[in-house]
């Protein structure tokens, strides 16, 4: 059936440094792919999206492109905050219903 | 942004109580708003979806009759845990949509315990 998985974590970094998500998913065709990100005490926030192959999506620094032959769409943000930390997740939509991967923790200190 | 409240934001019940949780849109209307279940360390899992003045159309093993979900209005969706057991516990978690829009935007959560 269809699935998102994504790295667990926590990913811990310190502030500048490089991140990488990683984001792998099994669907039915080319779905939308999505990140999301949830701060601490408030709902789920798109993050980015792409629609078709080969789209980058990018928002705050964030970027992910969507690669149909490895059916990935990791997370990557050259330099991260401290404000980035939260929980990021990954997302496929089908039929109009969003699958979503488990969530990665991100915890940046300064 | 749009914004979607949930309330409450946390609650406590006894086994064999019911349970209602609300979810509003604030500054838009929403047509379709959906239900979601999420267990520690583990992903949303979708449990219903509903349309404003339509019943709720509920994914494949969740029980209709203990999960019951209203849509009365373009901005109010409830989901009522009715007989809430043990293993109800859990993060509930509900997003809205607009007629003209194609994101999601969600809810921040309401803790379920059941005691």
């Known amino acids: 059936g269809d699935s998102v998985t994504q790295m667990e974590g926590p990913v811990t970094l310190s502030e500048e440094a490089f991140l990488t998500i990683n984001c792998t998913y099994t669907?039915?065709?080319?779905?939308?792919l999505f990140w999301y990100v949830q701060y601490p005490g408030e709902g789920l926030q798109l993050l980015l999206k792409a629609t078709k192959a080969d789209d980058k999506g990018s928002n705050k620094g964030f970027e992910a492109t969507y690669r149909k032959e490895t059916t990935s769409f990791h997370l990557e943000k050259g330099s991260v905050q401290v404000s980035d930390s939260a929980v990021y997740f990954c997302?496929?939509?089908?039929?109009?219903?969003?699958?979503f991967g488990t969530g990665t923790r991100l915890l940046v200190s300064p | 942004g749009a914004v979607v409240s949930q309330h409450p934001s946390w609650v406590i019940c006894k086994s064999g109580t019911s349970v209602k949780i609300e979810c509003r849109s604030l500054d838009f209307q929403a047509t379709t708003m959906f239900w979601y279940r999420q267990f520690p360390k583990q992903s949303l899992m979708l449990m219903a979806t509903?349309?404003?003045?339509?019943?709720?159309?509920?994914e494949q093993g969740v029980e209709k009759d203990k999960f019951l979900i209203n849509h009365a209005s373009l901005t109010l969706s409830t989901l009522t845990v009715t007989s809430a057991h043990p293993e109800d516990s859990s993060f509930y978690i509900c997003s809205a949509r607009g007629q003209d829009n194609y994101e999601q935007y969600f809810g921040p959560g309401t803790r379920l315990t059941v005691t």
């Open positions: 997302a496929h939509e089908g039929f109009q219903k969003l699958v």
């Open positions: 509903s349309n404003e003045g339509s019943k709720a159309t509920y």
């Open positions: 669907a039915t065709g080319y779905p939308s």
